[in-house]
C-alpha cells in the first residue's frame, strides 16, 4: 500500500481481472451468447471503445456503493439505462468483448447476502434505438442473465412511452429511487427528457461526450461545411440555444466551454454535482461523466465513491491504458513498479 493507499496499479488489476472474470462468466451460460461474443466486432459509430473499460469500471464501483446502501433506505429501486447497448462492450486494444452497462448494473449488487437480503435492483428499464441490439437484450432476459421483469424498450431514447413507463414505475405510491445511466454516443439526449427524470427520486450519470460533440459543433460553425447539423439538435440537447454563445473553435473557441453551460441547466435540479474528465486516443477522445446526485441523508457513501475513483480514472492517459491492457492480457506481474502521477 502506498500513502494515498493502495496502488494505482493495484487497484486497477483488481478491477480489470473483476470486469474480465464477470464477462467471461455471463459468455457461459449459453452457447448463444459466447457465439455473439466470439463473433462481436465494433460498431462502425463507436469510435469509444478502448475507453469503455473506464467507464464501466465507474459505473460498477458506484453501482456497488449505491446498492449496500439503497434498499435500506427506498421500498424500491430501479436502474434506468437510456442507451443500453446490446449488453456487451469491444475492447479495441484487447479485442475481446467485456460486458456492457446493464450487466453491470445486474452482476453489480449482491443478490443474496449473509443476512438474506437481496440488494439487486427491484426493475431495469432499458432502452436501445438499434433493433439488433434491443433483441440481443431480450435474450440476455430469456437467458437469466437479466431479469425476468426487465423491460426493454427499442425506441428513442427520449421517447413519450418511455417516460410514461418510468413514471409508472417509480410513481406507484411507494418511497422509490432511481439511478439512471445515460450513455449517448454524442447529443441523443435531450433536455426536456432529463427534466422528467429529475422530477422523480433518484440519480444520474450522464455522459457528457465532449469529444463528439465537437465535430458537428464545428460544422455547424464551418464556414465551408455544406452539410451542416441541425440547429434544433443542439437547441434539444442543451434545452435552449446557450450553446451559440460559445465561439467556434476557428474563432478561439473551445468545445470544453460547453460543459459549464450544460452543467448549468442540471445544477437547479440535484444539490449535488460532481464530474470525472475521461481521457485517451493522444487527448483526442475526452467525455465527462456527470453526477447528479440528490442530498438524500447526509454523507450519502456514494459521493464518497466518487471522490476515491475519480483521481484513478483521471490520471489515466494513453500510456496507462497501454498497461491496463497488458493487465488485461495477464501481464501484470512485470509491471508492479509502475505507478502512474
Ligand atoms: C455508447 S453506446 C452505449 C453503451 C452501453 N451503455 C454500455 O456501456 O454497454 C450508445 C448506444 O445508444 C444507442 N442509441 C443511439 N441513439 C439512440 C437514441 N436516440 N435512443 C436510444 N438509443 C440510442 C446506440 O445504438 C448505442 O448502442
Not at 462502425?44 to 453501482?63: E, I, N, S
Not at 434506468?80 to 448494473?105: E, Q, T
Not at 434544433?232 to 476557428?250: A, I, T
Request: proline share 5%; with cysteine; charged share 30%.
Amino acid at each position: 500500500m502506498s500513502r494515498k493507499g493502495k496502488s494505482n496499479i493495484k487497484w486497477w488489476t483488481e478491477k480489470i481481472d473483476d470486469l474480465k472474470g464477470l464477462s467471461e462468466n455471463a459468455q457461459k451460460i449459453d452457447p448463444a451468447i459466447a457465439e455473439f461474443a466470439a463473433d462481436y466486432s465494433p460498431w462502425p459509430d463507436d469510435d469509444v471503445g478502448d475507453w469503455a473499460l473506464l467507464k464501466l469500471c465507474t459505473l460498477r464501483y458506484y453501482v456497488e456503493v449505491y446498492s449496500n446502501v439503497a434498499k435500506k433506505h427506498f421500498d424500491k429501486t430501479v436502474y434506468i439505462d437510456l442507451f443500453a447497448g446490446d449488453g456487451f462492450n469491444y475492447l479495441r486494444g484487447v479485442k475481446d468483448v467485456i460486458i456492457g452497462s446493464p450487466l453491470v448494473a445486474r452482476v453489480t449488487p449482491n443478490i443474496e447476502t449473509k443476512k438474506g437480503e437481496n440488494k439487486a435492483f427491484d426493475k431495469m428499464i432499458l432502452v436501445e434505438k438499434d433493433e439488433t441490439k434491443a433483441s440481443m437484450l431480450r435474450t440476455l432476459v430469456e437467458f437469466g442473465l437479466l431479469p425476468e421483469n426487465t423491460k426493454v424498450f427499442c425506441c428513442d431514447a427520449n421517447a413519450p412511452e418511455v417516460m410514461e413507463y418510468i413514471k409508472e414505475v417509480l410513481n406507484d405510491g411507494g418511497n422509490n429511487h432511481y439511478l439512471a445511466f445515460i450513455d449517448p454516443y454524442t447529443m441523443e439526449i435531450e433536455m426536456d427528457t432529463l427534466k422528467e427524470l429529475f422530477k422523480m427520486n433518484g440519480d444520474l450519470i450522464i455522459n457528457f461526450m465532449a469529444s463528439s460533440i465537437q465535430r458537428p459543433w464545428g460544422n455547424y460553425h464551418s464556414p465551408i461545411q455544406k452539410s451542416k447539423p441541425s440547429k434544433e439538435k443542439f437547441d434539444k440537447f442543451f434545452g435552449d440555444e446557450s450553446w451559440l454563445k460559445v465561439k467556434p473553435s476557428f474563432e478561439g473557441g473551445s468545445v470544453n466551454e460547453m460543459l459549464p453551460l450544460y452543467i448549468e441547466k442540471i445544477n437547479g435540479h440535484r444539490e449535488i454535482i460532481k464530474i470525472i474528465k475521461v481521457t485517451g486516443n493522444k487527448g483526442k477522445t475526452f467525455y465527462y461523466m456527470i453526477f447528479a446526485i440528490r442530498r438524500t441523508y447526509e454523507n450519502s457513501p456514494w459521493l464518497k465513491a466518487i471522490d476515491a475513483v475519480k483521481p484513478r480514472i483521471e490520471c489515466v492517459d494513453d500510456k496507462f491504458i497501454e498497461i491496463l491492457y497488458q493487465i488485461y492480457r495477464g501481464k501484470q506481474e512485470t509491471l508492479d513498479s509502475f505507478n502512474p502521477s
